[in-house]
């Protein structure tokens, strides 16, 4: 009881739903999986549930005996008043025909008074100054998820899961064997297929190689396609951001629109690019150190509003967490995990920029799943995992200047291979295969 208030309960519910599983041996194989002892309001009934889910464990049936013998093995059946109580539950209801609703009801219960004391911890660790405010938080929204009884989907039938393949395969044979969003670069694409919703994609390359101006091409294209992309760039301001993809669109120098020296001739270009990204749903956020459950929450509020088809975070071990006490290498496990569980959850593709380890520059400078800095978990967690590779950035012997190498070393949903596309270092621009020449004004 929470300040002369009496928590949210259904006792009568609870009785109910006892009461048809009494009557009825088959009706707990339609609650097990959603309905468990500590949902119960009253400790009586919390025992007997228990009792039947552990004589239906055993595969035995369900009924006044066995209940009966099993809490009085357990040492519980005085406590929850004897055997007439138990049997006085059968009085209660006449068949087991609402018993889903009613243990959606008592589930409800459950949650609300899993909430109050919630945020009864939350407030009294918020007047405790020697609390990190993030912590508070961070511990306040994974309190919140662990009530959330039902997760995932469950088990479902594979007629159930038929139309939505086909839907797919049908998508993908008007889009040229695409199966998720378009990358923009056609060799990508028919490695990848694309990609694919509540997957994990790591985009990793070393420093400098040109990792984000890659990732807002990917971008680039898919709200060229109108699917909403939300940017996390946690290194770029988010104007630097936007600057970069008015001068993809406008094909400019980027050292012009960075440093403010557009030409007059090409202002109008210029606006009109700008005009072109306004129109399209581009969201960026510049915050620096995010966290995991940070981001999970600003795309939350985002849902609703808008439907984004992809996520894009740049880079990932510059990630903030509050987790501490560990070495980094499980810190970014952990956030490679958390980036794959927020794709399923959000049911959209997350790209994910990572960096390498020093010792990629050893051999022949091309990297390999070994070299991912900082944690195997993001091999392990990663459904698809490209390296970009550029020879004459490293000043290697190369077969044409702005060669651009998309190894594709982990696919989880088909082969792998290396995808070649090319790189303008004036306008600092990916393309799906090497442009023409641009005008002499533009150098």
């Not at 994990?200 to 294209?221: C, V, Y």
């Not at 050893?362 to 195997?376: F, I």
């Amino acid at each position: 009881m929470i300040e002369g208030k009496i928590p949210p309960q259904a006792k009568e519910v609870e009785e109910a739903i006892i009461g048809a599983l009494l009557i009825d041996k088959t009706a707990i194989s339609e609650i097990a999986d959603i309905l468990f002892p500590e949902m119960f309001y009253e400790p009586a009934h919390q025992y007997v549930y228990s009792a039947i889910q552990l004589i239906n464990n055993q595969s035995r049936p369900v009924d006044l005996v066995t209940v009966t013998d099993k809490l009085r093995d357990e040492g519980h059946l005085e406590i929850v008043g004897g055997a007439y109580a138990v049997t006085d539950f059968t009085n209660k209801v006449a068949s087991a025909a609402h018993i889903l609703e009613h243990a959606r009801i008592v589930q409800e219960k459950h949650i609300l008074r899993s909430l109050i004391e919630i945020s009864t911890t939350t407030i009294k660790e918020s007047y405790d100054v020697s609390n990190d405010v993030f912590d508070v938080v961070e511990n306040a929204e994974r309190n919140i998820l662990t009530i959330n009884t039902i997760s995932g989907k469950g088990i479902r039938k594979a007629s159930e899961l038929t139309a939505d393949v086909c839907r797919e395969m049908e998508a993908a044979a008007q889009n040229v064997g695409v199966s998720g969003i378009s990358s923009g670069f056609a060799e990508i694409d028919r490695i990848t297929g694309g990609w694919r919703k509540a997957n994990l994609i790591i985009l990793a390359g070393q420093s400098g190689m040109g990792k984000t101006t890659q990732a807002l091409e990917f971008a680039r294209n898919a709200v060229s396609n109108n699917i909403p992309v939300v940017f996390f760039s946690l290194e770029m301001s988010a104007s630097e951001v936007i600057k970069k993809m008015v001068a993809f669109e406008a094909r400019l120098p980027l050292w012009r629109v960075t440093q403010n020296r557009v030409d007059p001739a090409h202002i109008e270009t210029f606006k009109y690019a700008s005009q072109v990204i306004d129109g399209q749903q581009m969201y960026v956020d510049d915050t620096g150190g995010l966290r995991l459950f940070e981001i999970r929450s600003r795309l939350r509020r985002l849902t609703g509003k808008v439907d984004f088809g992809l996520v894009v975070v740049d880079y990932l071990q510059i990630m903030g967490t509050a987790t501490k006490g560990r070495t980094r290498e499980q810190e970014v496990a952990e956030i490679a995990i958390g980036l794959k569980n927020l794709s399923k959850e959000f049911d959209v593709p997350v790209i994910a920029l990572s960096q390498l380890n020093r010792k990629v520059s050893e051999g022949d400078g091309r990297p390999k799943l070994h070299h991912l800095r900082e944690s195997g978990a993001l091999e392990q967690v990663a459904d698809l995992v490209i390296f970009s590779h550029r020879d004459d950035y490293q000043g290697q012997e190369s077969d044409g200047a702005g060669v651009v190498e998309n190894n594709i070393a982990k696919n989880r949903h088909g082969k792998c291979g290396t995808a070649y596309s090319y790189f303008d270092e004036d306008t600092t621009t990916y393309y799906d295969r090497k442009p023409e020449p641009e005008p002499d004004f533009y150098n």
